[in-house]
Structures are given as structure tokens and as C-alpha cells.
């Protein structure tokens, strides 16, 4: 276990746990699609916690108007609150420089015993990208991907540049899983905001008197 003081917050809320996931995502805005995710995956893994991982600087968006990291932090604390299962870490938000996953899933791997299991879930459209990803045979090494799919979503893609651009075995460390509630994108509530559609019910009520409250996403031009 890591004793080093800058890990306490998250040493406090992990200290047992031995399977993690870790739920990253630039979440602008958090919503059912990604807890409905969260949940599935934590029971169908049997997770000891799911720990949210909001992007500090997504490093394929530069150039691209993405809410600050305290209101998406705040927006993804608010959402995960009543799940005692969930965490937030600020750990990407806190980290100068782009969000690399590598580096997240290391720090994670010091805060845990040895032999501890880590889930990296995020949506497979990020998945896709994995091999401009930094270190990725590092990643591989160190932690198993869960793609969040909508459905209908084609795998094949996926699945046909991990075998030809990874390494043979990499295609079973990544597992998709379909969730319905993922219809659901932060891009079309955004658009919805922005154009004065209703956005209730697609996120968890705090979130939604969040972005109206802080008059978020009105201008995605
Ligand atoms: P994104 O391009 O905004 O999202 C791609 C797709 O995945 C979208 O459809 C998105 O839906 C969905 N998605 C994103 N996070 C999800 C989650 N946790 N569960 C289910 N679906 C999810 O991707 P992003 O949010 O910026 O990045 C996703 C993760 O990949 C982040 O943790 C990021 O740091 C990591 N990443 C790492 C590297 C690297 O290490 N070099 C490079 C790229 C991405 P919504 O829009 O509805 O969320």
C-alpha cells in the first residue's frame, strides 16, 4: 500500500479494495448512459468500487470547448453520490499536462495490493483509437478494457485494427459490453441545451440544475 500523502483521499475510500474499475471519460456532461455503465459492469465483474476518473485535458482535443474540469468534476460528483460503490478521483484533474490512461492506471496500481484486478471502461469509439494511445503495451499489461457500446454498434472495426495493429492476445483483454442507456450522449444533451429542448431525465436532476444554474452549454456553436 502507498504511503506517500498525496494518495490519502483516494487510499481512504480503496484501501480494500483487490478489483477496481476505473470509469473514464471527459463526461461534459455525466449521464444514465455512463452510471447505467458503471453499474452493469461493477456487477457483472464484481467489483469492489468503480471510481470515476473525469479527464483533466483530453489529449485528442486540443483546440476543442470542453467545460472546465471543476464544473465536470463537480457535475460527476453530484451524479454518483447516492451509490456507495462509486468514487471520483481528481486524479487526471490534478496532473499537469495532457490526461494520458497509462498514467492513471499506474497511479491506481500503487494505491492497491499486488494482484489487485483493474477495469479501464470508457466508451469503444475511444477503444478504437487505443493504438495512438501512449505506452500501450503498458496498458495492456496493467489493466483489462471494458468498451461501452450503444446499441447496434459495429464491432468489427474495433476488433479488426487490435488484430492487425496489437499484439495477438490484446483482442481478449478488451471486452464490449452493450448497454441500452448509452442512446444517451453528452453531445446530444448538449445540442438539446443549447437549443432549448429538455435534457430531464437523461442525466440525474442535480446534474441538470447544474448546467441550468451555471447557464452550461446554451451557446455550441
Ligand atoms: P470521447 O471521444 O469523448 O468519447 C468517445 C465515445 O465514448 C463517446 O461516444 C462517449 O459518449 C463514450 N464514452 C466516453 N467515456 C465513456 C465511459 N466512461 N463510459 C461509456 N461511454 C463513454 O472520449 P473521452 O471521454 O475523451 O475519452 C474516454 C477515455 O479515454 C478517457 O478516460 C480518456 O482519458 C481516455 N483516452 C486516453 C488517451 C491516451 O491515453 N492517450 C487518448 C484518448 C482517450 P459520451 O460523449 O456520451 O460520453
Redesign the pocket.
Known amino acids: 500500500m502507498c504511503e506517500d500523502p498525496a494518495f490519502s483521499h483516494e487510499e481512504l475510500h480503496l484501501s480494500k479494495a483487490k478489483r477496481i474499475g ?7 456532461p ?2 444514465q ?2 452510471l447505467v ?2 453499474e452493469a459492469v461493477r456487477s457483472r465483474f464484481d467489483l469492489d468500487k468503480v471510481v ?2 473525469p ?1 483533466g485535458q ?4 486540443a483546440g476543442q470547448i470542453i467545460t472546465g474540469k471543476e464544473k465536470r468534476f463537480l457535475m460527476t460528483e453530484l451524479a454518483t453520490v447516492t451509490n456507495p460503490y462509486f468514487e471520483v478521483s481528481r486524479v ?1 484533474m490534478d496532473r499537469p499536462g ?7 492506471v499506474l497511479y491506481f496500481r500503487r494505491l492497491l495490493e499486488p494482484g489487485s484486478e483493474i477495469y ?8 478504437l ?2 493504438i ?4 500501450v503495451d503498458r ?1 495492456f499489461e496493467n489493466c483489462t478494457f471494458i468498451a ?1 457500446t ?1 446499441p447496434g454498434y459495429d464491432l468489427s472495426a474495433m476488433e479488426r485494427i487490435v488484430r492487425q495493429q496489437l499484439k495477438p492476445g490484446y483482442l481478449q483483454k478488451i471486452i464490449p459490453i452493450e ?1 441500452t442507456a ?1 442512446a ?6 448538449r445540442r438539446r441545451v443549447a437549443e432549448g429542448r429538455t435534457i430531464k431525465y437523461l442525466l440525474p436532476e442535480p446534474v441538470e440544475y447544474y448546467i441550468n444554474k451555471n447557464d452550461l452549454y446554451l451557446d455550441q456553436t
Open positions: 476505473l470509469m473514464g471519460g471527459t463526461f461534459d455525466i449521464h448512459g455512463h455503465t458503471a470515476f476518473v479527464s483530453p489529449p485528442h482535443k487526471e495532457a490526461s494520458y490512461a497509462i498514467d492513471t479501464f471502461i470508457t466508451g469503444a469509439d475511444a477503444i483509437e487505443i495512438t494511445w501512449k505506452d496498458l461501452a450503444r448497454v448509452m444517451i450522449s453528452s453531445t446530444d444533451i
